[in-house]
């Protein structure tokens, strides 16, 4: 599978060259309408767009309504605690498809997975959650945040810490029960070719089924060898 593409607030938009070595762009819901337009016209049909969106506990439907007048192919539901998240969202993204006169179950769902405790606990099935969710992203930075212990980037040792070590293992899990495709974050310290794929090469071995990029550049260098 080909990897995503995680689109920063102020990171330069990326080219049309960028954008053939992805499956799809993840935009920061942080970006104004104006910008959010910006970065739909330079992708257009280069590859599919998903907004990521606050947790559905923060989410207001009618902002949903305003993400889906730009015409995005999904979203993306940052800290998804179990299968009652996904199948709140689900409803949600329903009536802001009647709203936004969208094509019903148009919406795809990613949701990031084992990046908070209760998702990493919960023992709940994702499995027929809703026909919308595709995948699970996992991000270890995320989860680090969460709990209070360092990133594993930023470790020297070289050891990954148990909760982050957990998480992982319950997103490729619960990825692997439900059927779903499983990405995981691609290090933001990645900044070499060698890097990048020694990073690639851990996620799949570890059962991941692609990564999400963090630059351009990462995308370009596990790219050239299609």
């Known amino acids: ?3 995503l593409l995680f689109q920063r607030i102020g990171a330069p938009l990326p080219t ?11 935009v920061d819901l942080g970006y104004g309408d104006d910008a959010f337009a910006r970065v739909m016209e330079a992708t ?18 009618d902002e949903l309504v305003r993400l889906l007048h730009h015409d995005i ?36 769902i990613l949701a990031e997975y084992g990046t908070v405790p209760e998702s990493a606990l919960s023992p ?9 969710l595709e995948g699970l992203i996992f991000d270890g930075s995320e989860l680090a945040a969460a709990v209070g212990c360092k990133p594993p980037e ?15 293992a319950a997103a ?11 990405y995981e974050g691609l290090p933001q310290t990645a900044v070499t070719e060698k890097a ?10 570890n059962g991941f089924s692609s990564v999400v990029c963090r630059s351009p550049e990462q995308a370009a260098w596990l790219g050239t060898d299609d």
């Open 1 to 3: 599978m080909k990897p």
């Open 172 to 182: 490729i899990l619960r990825a692997h029960e439900a059927g779903l495709a499983c």
């Open 44 to 61: 257009k049909s280069a590859c599919r767009v998903f907004a990521r969106i606050a947790p559905v506990d923060c989410l207001a439907e």
């Open 73 to 108: 192919d999904g979203v993306v539901l940052s800290g998804c605690r179990s299968r009652a998240d996904v199948q709140r969202l689900d409803v949600m993204l329903r009536v802001a498809e009647t709203s936004a006169g969208r094509r019903a179950q148009q919406m795809v």
């Open 124 to 132: 709940y099935s994702l499995g027929g959650s809703s026909q919308r």
């Open 196 to 205: 990048v794929r020694r990073a690639f090469t851990a996620s799949r071995s």
């Open 154 to 168: 930023e470790r020297q040792d070289g050891e990954t810490v148990a909760p982050i070590a957990a998480g992982r």
């Open 16 to 26: 049309p060259a960028d954008l053939k070595a992805v499956d799809g762009i993840v």
